[in-house]
Structures are given as C-alpha cells and as structure tokens.
C-alpha cells in the first residue's frame, strides 16, 4: 500500500489538475493579455510572483520549528511545486500538503516529521482568512444586500473562519495537534504569531494580485470593497 500510496496520490493530483485546466479558455485569456501594455503585464506577473514567493515562508518556518535541515533552495524547489499545485487545485491545501511529505519523503526526511512539516502548513495557511474575517465581520458584511445567496450563508462562511483563528492558536499552543501528528511539538506564542503573519501577507499578496489583473482589464474597483468581496468568495 505504501508503494502505490504515492502513485495514486500524484494520478489524482493530474487528474483534478487536467480538469481545472480544461475549464480555461486559453483563447479568452489571449485576447484580455493582447490588450495590456508590457509594463502592465510586468506589473502583475511581479505581483503573483511575490504572492507565490511568500507562501514559501510556510516551508521555510515550519522546517526550522521542525529541526529539518534541507537547503534553502530545496525548500524553496518544494514550496513551489506545492504552491502551484495547490494553487491549481484547491482541495483546501491538501493537494499541496500531499506533495510536499511526497517531496520531503524524497528527500529521506523521516515520515513522522515530513507529516507534522506537511500538516503544520496545511492548518496555517487558513489562518490569514480568518484574521481578514474578523474585521469584515464587525463591518457587518458591506454588500450583503447584493450577493446572490442567502445573508445567513455569508455570515456562517464568515463566522466560521473566523473562530478558526481562536482554534488555531489553542490548538497548535497547547499540542493538541500532537495527538493527530506526533512529530509535532506545542508551538510557542512567538511562532503561531509569526505563522499567522506569514498566512496573512499570503492572503493579502493574492488579493493583491487580483485586483491589480482587473484593474489593467477595465475593472476599477475601490480596494476595500474588492478585499471584502474577495474574503467572502475565498471563505
């Protein structure tokens, strides 16, 4: 079963990832990418790179909370592969949690510590929604009267990520995580607030990137209302 395990996961992995992409239309991108300037283009894919660039401070954290010596530039190679992955996917992190213990494994960091690695970020890279939640929810929720769902959805969606940060801190402070992933040890104050930080200068960079894309395509959107939207559309 441990032989086929990875096999399998990496089948389903190119699976999802074929039907996300056939979702596309490369044709409709073309044409919305032929209408921006060179500097708006740079602009942007600048933009997504820092994005993409920040979620490997995820990787390289929770090595050094971990004691897994890798090079900076395996953990960066790893975090890469997994983000874009991830960011393909979805499926709540565990595409790119799932490639990552694949990576890690590869690299003959012990199965024990390569899960705890892997489930570390997995349940901390939730956390920055959850603190953008927070203030979107004392708000009231700008715009509730226009989506098109019911309001309750919108504030269970909210609230309930928003309890996810209280959690995650008790959790992950106290070593209740440790009963699920024995590699890992209870976090300190200082680390889970570094990690939090980390989730949500992740958030905020994709947001970012975002509202940058539809501002160079015609869609000038005050940035406030844009995050608020996209908090919503995310939780």
């Known amino acids: 079963a441990r032989s086929f395990l990875p096999i399998g996961f990496l089948a389903l992995v190119a699976f999802l990832g074929v039907r996300e992409l056939r979702g596309l239309d490369v044709h409709e991108v073309r044409r919305s990418l032929q209408v921006l300037t060179l500097p708006e283009l740079l602009v942007i ?3 997504a790179l ?4 920040s979620m490997s401070l995820y990787d390289w954290y929770a090595a050094r909370s971990l004691q897994i010596r890798l ?3 395996m953990l960066l190679r790893c975090a890469w592969i997994a983000n874009t992955f991830n960011n393909i996917i979805g499926l709540s992190g565990l595409a ?3 490639i990552r213990m694949l990576l890690l494994t590869a690299e003959r960091v012990n199965a024990r510590s390569a899960a705890a690695y892997s489930g570390l970020i997995m349940v901390t890279i939730p956390v920055g929604l959850a603190v953008l939640s927070c203030p979107l929810l004392l708000a009231g929720i700008p715009g509730m009267e226009k989506l098109p769902a019911p309001s309750w959805m919108a504030w269970f969606a909210l ?3 928003a309890v996810y940060l209280p959690a995650y801190l008790i959790v992950l402070n106290k070593g209740y995580f440790s009963r699920v992933l024995s590699g890992l040890a209870p976090l300190s104050a200082g ?3 570094l990690m939090i930080l980390i989730s949500t200068i992740d958030w905020l960079l994709a947001a970012a990137a975002a509202w940058i894309a539809l501002y160079y395509c015609g869609a000038s959107i005050p940035v406030l209302p844009f995050l608020s939207a996209y908090v919503l559309a995310c939780a």
């Open 50 to 53: 820092c994005g993409i660039l």
């Open 96 to 98: 790119g949690s799932g």
């Open 71 to 73: 090079p900076p530039s």
């Open 191 to 193: 680390t889970l607030t």
């Open 45 to 47: 894919q600048c933009t």
């Open 159 to 161: 609230g309930a990520f």
